[in-house]
């Protein structure tokens, strides 16, 4: 499941459809008819419902600077890979720029053109490694980040201060309380604090990304290698298995399905005193929960490759069948120049290092300084550039996790992934 999608799950983003410039905006499935005529200033944008809210400030920025106006095409999320795949196999695009999830990169790579001009060596430096690396299909840039993610450690930084436990934690595992660094450091943590009620940490058996992290940091490209070869059964993806199941002594039963809004309500309920999250959830802690004010935050932890996280950004893309090439590489230069007016949005992200910096030290950005440094980190890796990845995640991935949580033993588990992943690449 991507990460917008299940993003969109647990956090308001908002979904109004707002004209930005004062032309016929498009909202919804039906939208504009076609796009605007060669060489005209509008241009239209094809967005997941409610993700523009990323873009609109940059929309408005936009049109003072270059004297472009947008009109904003909203689809929600399942509806929105159809509706491109019908478009650029028909080559008639509703469309001059369109939002796309780093997953429907490999599918769409033929129908998009280059943006090399965008990513100047500047802008290569205030990029994410990772994301630069996804953004270079077949030699050529053919997507702008607008936004990214990573998980990153949210922890219970009131328990964690507590004299009496620094002092038992102290006693019974011979160091000293802090947020965690390292797979054994974030096992310990959990085992001390699942007593009276409550839980160290959970473990989300009906998501993939957090165990593909682990398997990052394990020192194994997760689950194909750059030559396509399946590895889902190697020594890593075993490691990073045994490890996240392990934890669920120290977690709420019924981890098989426990996914991204559940382990969200468990941790801002206070029910558990540790979670990997996506850095976005920690700015939307409601002002009632009983964890307000009392949240830490760390960089993802490291295994015995380094730091690595799974980033989830989405990327602006012109389509080849557009009649408007240089007003959409105008809008998205736009984006790019003033991507850190995404912050200020309901989600609340960038995809420049700058723009995280801007605000990392700003009282309620506590969540950035580890996102930069889980995004930067040694191992983190964009996932696998397939056009089958959302299929072996669905009916591979998530299943195989739910069986390995639920005591099912991970060395069977992963070679029966392997064959199944094989089947459908061929």
Known sequence: MSTRKTINRFATIGGICTAVALVATGCGAGGPTSTGSAGTSTVNVLVEAGGHAELTGVAEQCKKDAGVDVNFVELPYDGM????????SSGNVSFDVAALDSVWLPSF??????????????????????LVKEANVDGHFIGLPAWTNAEIILYRKDLFEDTKNKADFQAKYGYELTAPTTWKQYQDIAEFFTKDGMYGTDVKGAVETEW????????????????NKVVIDNDA?????????????????????????????LFNQG????????????????KDSPVAGKVGTAPMIAGSAGIGGVPGPWYLTVPKATKNTEAAKKFIKCAYDNNSMGIESSLGLASRISAFEKYQDKEGYESFGPLIETLNGKATATRPATEKWQQ???????????????????????????KQIEDLLK
């Open 392 to 418: 072996i995640v669905d009916t591979v991935l998530v299943p195989m996790l739910q069986k390995a949580v639920a005591g099912g033993d991970s060395a069977t588990l992963l070679a029966d992934a392997k």
């Open 237 to 265: 993806h075993k490691e990073a298995l045994d490890f996240y199941v392990s934890l669920s002594k120290s977690a709420p039963s019924g981890a098989a399905q426990v996914d991204w809004a559940a382990a969200q309500n």
């Open 81 to 88: 890979f159809n509706r491109l795949s019908s478009e650029f």
């Open 271 to 286: 029910k558990t005193a540790m979670t990997r999250f996506w850095a976005h959830a920690y700015r939307q802690i409601p």
């Open 109 to 130: 790579k033929d129908a998009v053109q280059p943006i090399d001009e965008i990513f100047t060596d500047e802008a290569k430096k205030d990029i994410f490694p990772a």
């Open 212 to 227: 593909l992290a682990h398997v990052l940091q394990a020192g194994s490209p997760m689950v194909l290698d750059e030559d």
